[in-house]
């Protein structure tokens, strides 16, 4: 079986973003960029299926600026056997990149995507699902736990009141959630092996996908700043503010 | 053009998150009419006939629906998408699960996670864990979206809209629920709580996290939360993580227990009305977003609050 994992090039997790003092956006420039931390995990998750002998290949797949190569080497530094780049200037939104998917699905044929279930920088959330759509495959996403067996995958999913099980048939997308697995750290042989490992670049245009953004940023802006407030003595005085000043308790 | 809200329920009570979402269909301007789809959930149609502002409710009872998949509402969204204007569904994982197999098959964008409506077309939404606010301008001839619930008010009652039984096409959807485990308490639904104890690191384990704040949450008729780094390490199930990847709440009153205040945290709760922390360590970054700040050992100040609400 071939599994296909998307990844995306992300401001780094620990760095804060700043609004352009403009309101065009973020300010990205000089700014550390790492794989987005779901989608370390869905490659976690997908070496997994390999190591057990489920997986026979894993297809590591970016869309975005020339720069994403940096990615693709980091999941086959983590044990990707190879990689594709679609390679695009233009700014990349949701449905964009799951037609790019589909189309290399098409000619990839594989029986599992893993994804992750959002980017931390757009926080869209969509592009599993929406791939899903496309082929006409089943889903299952915010997975905290993926059994595959028998043509199916048996997927534990992290939903608002617990967790959920459901049973799909594959060819079927998954996305996981933060506790799928903790993914392990790309040693320094397979950081140079990965050097090796075949990255092949294609263009939107290629596949046949008209990557025009649908929706247009007007602006962006800082939230409204919430202020500190006041360091109380101890518990008395802590008590009498929630009651008298605030008035959210009785 | 009317407007599609999808209600989200589990065939016996409609859900609070469906109340939030209706509220800010209503600003989009046109008569909102409401799905109700799954199996045996006649009720929850007269509690959607019953909201303000519901013109129609449309109800969609087939045993394809019974177990609420992805698959299965989608495909009769889509089966009955014509004609709308807006369709939109609350941003819990009921509404991110499906809604974006609907953008897709309608070949649009989604626009996820509102907070906010500019215009009919223009909309305002976190992006970047909340550090950032978007306003985003949709040309597509359907907006497909997700609303954030603590952007708007819970929609009351007070309408008497009429049920219309539609007739469910065959869905195709193949996916099987195995089973759910669901989290069960007797307190309010966290999302929609008006006080939270939220617990951190700071406690330590698992058995702290409800020796400790079970008494304070009870006291307070509160829901309890948890940071992620206290979800992970097991003190408390996966539905109390509140953040930027779990749930976004804005209470009353939230308390920050021993919880240091990551970005990505307060990306969850940073909306709530009175924040108060409580952490050992004064230069904790929870302190900087918090109305009323206690530096003290919570094992100490916990029992001492409880004692002191009586």
């Known amino acids: ?250 | 053009m009317p407007i599609l809200v999808i209600a989200e329920h589990d065939d016996a009570v409609l859900k609070a998150s469906t109340r939030n979402t209706l509220s800010a269909a209503k600003k989009l301007g046109g008569d909102i009419h409401m799905l109700v789809a799954g199996h045996g959930c006649a009720a929850v149609a007269q509690a959607a006939a019953a909201l303000d502002g519901v013109a129609g409710v449309k109800l969609a009872d087939d045993p394809q629906l019974a177990a609420h998949t992805a698959e299965s509402v989608a495909a009769l969204v889509v089966s009955m998408a014509a004609g709308y204007s807006h369709i939109v569904a609350p941003a819990t994982t009921f509404g991110k699960n499906f809604l974006p197999r609907v953008a897709a098959l309608l070949d649009v964008a989604q626009i996820s996670d509102i907070v906010a409506v500019e215009a009919p077309d223009t909309f305002v939404r976190p992006i970047y864990a909340g550090n950032a606010l978007a306003t985003v301008k949709s040309s597509d001839a359907v907006k497909v979206i997700t609303v954030r619930t603590t952007g708007f008010d819970a929609a009351g009652d007070g309408g008497s809209a009429s049920v219309a039984a539609i007739a469910v096409p065959p869905l195709g959807a193949t996916t099987d629920l195995v089973g759910r485990e669901l989290t069960v308490s007797a307190r309010p639904e966290l999302a929609a709580a008006k006080i939270i104890v939220s617990g951190g690191r700071g406690l330590g384990n698992s058995e702290n996290y409800h020796k400790v704040l079970e008494p304070l949450a009870d006291k307070l008729g509160a829901a309890m939360g948890a940071s992620r780094a206290a979800v992970d390490a097991g003190f408390a199930p996966n539905d109390y993580q509140v953040g930027q990847t779990g749930k976004v709440v804005a209470p009353q009153l939230y308390l920050a227990i021993g919880i240091s205040g990551a970005i990505q945290h307060l990306a969850g709760m940073k909306d709530s009305k009175v924040i108060v922390a409580i952490n050992k360590d004064a230069e904790a970054p929870i302190f900087q977003v918090a109305d009323y700040g206690l530096v003290g050992d919570l094992f100490e100040v916990v029992p001492q609050l409880v004692a002191e609400l009586g």
Request: aromatic letters at 2%.
């Open chain 1, 1 to 250: 079986m071939k599994v296909l994992v998307p990844v995306k090039r992300v401001i780094d997790y620990n760095v804060k973003a700043r609004v352009k003092a403009d309101g065009s956006g973020v300010d990205l420039a000089n700014v550390k960029m790492s794989m987005n931390p779901f989608d370390e995990i869905a490659v976690e998750e997908a070496i997994r299926l390999k190591e057990a002998g489920v997986a026979k290949e894993v297809v590591a797949v970016s869309c975005g600026v020339a720069a994403c190569q940096e990615t693709l080497r980091t999941a086959l530094a983590l044990g990707a056997d190879r990689a594709i780049l679609v390679e695009s200037d233009v700014e990349l939104q949701p449905l964009a990149v799951a037609k790019l998917l589909k189309a290399l699905c098409d000619k990839e044929s594989p029986q599992l995507v893993i994804c992750g279930k959002q980017a931390i920088d757009d926080d869209a959330n969509q592009t599993g699902q929406m791939l899903a759509a496309l082929l006409g495959w089943g889903q299952a996403t915010f997975a905290s736990k993926v059994v595959v067996a028998d043509g199916k995958a048996t997927v534990t999913r992290e939903v608002d009141g617990g967790l959920e099980t459901l049973k799909v048939s594959l060819p079927a997308v998954v996305t996981g959630d933060l506790r799928l697995n903790e993914p392990r750290y790309a040693t320094l042989p397979n950081i140079m092996k990965a050097k090796k490992k075949p990255l092949e670049t294609v263009k939107p245009a290629d596949l046949g996908v008209d990557v025009t953004p649908r929706l247009t940023t007007l602006k962006v802006a800082e939230p409204a700043k919430r202020q500190a407030g006041e360091r109380v003595a101890d518990v008395q005085q802590l008590v009498a503010k929630l009651r008298n000043e605030a008035k959210v308790i009785a």
